[in-house]
Structure formats: structure tokens, C-alpha cells
Nanobody, 127 residues
Framework: QVQLAEYGGRLAQAGDSLRLYCRASGHTGSVFAMGWFRQAPGKEREFVSGVRKIDGTAEYADSVKGRFTISKDTVKDMAYLEMTALRPEDTALYYC????????????????????WGQGTQVTVSS
């Protein structure tokens, strides 16, 4: 089992920067990738970004590319999402997720492929 805890979400202004944190605990040795997803009210949960632990390979949704940066600290079992140039449409509950598999497995953008999830941290961006 892997437990995930996100924090760092808050109310922000458009154009602000914000950093989200995800702490993993438990059997983290089986985790090969960490992902961030978000869900806005009335919308489906969507992929934001993912990073592969072994080499830092990262992917981003088109809507955040160039504004958000994902990173990880394998020693501390942490994942981060650096969010800049925030927009009102970034308002959502942001979830950290962990994918289990081989170290060089492909990053997935599908929420169904992620085995473990945190409770989410709310990001609200006002205009």
C-alpha cells in the first residue's frame, strides 16, 4: 500500500504562482511514476502532469504546458507541481496519484492506470 498526501493549495490571484506538494509513504519502492490530476466542479478528472521516478521524464497537458513544472525528490518520496501564470480555469481540486510498475514503463495520462490517490488539495484562482 502507498499513501499519498497533498498540500499547498490555496486561494490565489490570476497570474500568481503556487507550489503543490505530494508526500508518499508506505511501499513506495513499487511506485515508478507520480502524477497530478485535477477536477473542477461539474467536470471530469483530467491529467495535468506526470513524472517518471527513475529518469525524471515528464509529460504535461496542453493546457498547462509552459506554465506548470513537475518535479520529484526520490529520496524524500515527494512530488511537486510548480504552477505559474495561474488562470481562473486552473481552479480545481488537485490530486496526486501514484502508478505502480516497472521503472521504465510509459507514463500514463489515464486516471484508471494510477493505483493510489491522495485526498486532493483545493486551488482556487480568482480573476
Amino acid at each position: 500500500q502507498v499513501q499519498l498526501a497533498e498540500y499547498g493549495g490555496r486561494l490565489a490571484q490570476a497570474g500568481d504562482s503556487l507550489r503543490l506538494y505530494c508526500r508518499a509513504s508506505g511501499h513506495t519502492g513499487s511506485v515508478f511514476a507520480m502524477g497530478w490530476f485535477r477536477q473542477a466542479p461539474g467536470k471530469e478528472r483530467e491529467f495535468v502532469s506526470g513524472v517518471r521516478k527513475i529518469d525524471g521524464t515528464a509529460e504535461y497537458a496542453d493546457s498547462v504546458k509552459g506554465r506548470f513544472t513537475i518535479s520529484k525528490d526520490t529520496v524524500k518520496d515527494m512530488a511537486y507541481l510548480e504552477m505559474t501564470a495561474l488562470r481562473p480555469e486552473d481552479t480545481a481540486l488537485y490530486y496526486c496519484a501514484a502508478d505502480i510498475g516497472g521503472p521504465f514503463d510509459n507514463l500514463s495520462r489515464l486516471s484508471a492506470d494510477y493505483a493510489y490517490w491522495g485526498q486532493g488539495t483545493q486551488v482556487t484562482v480568482s480573476s
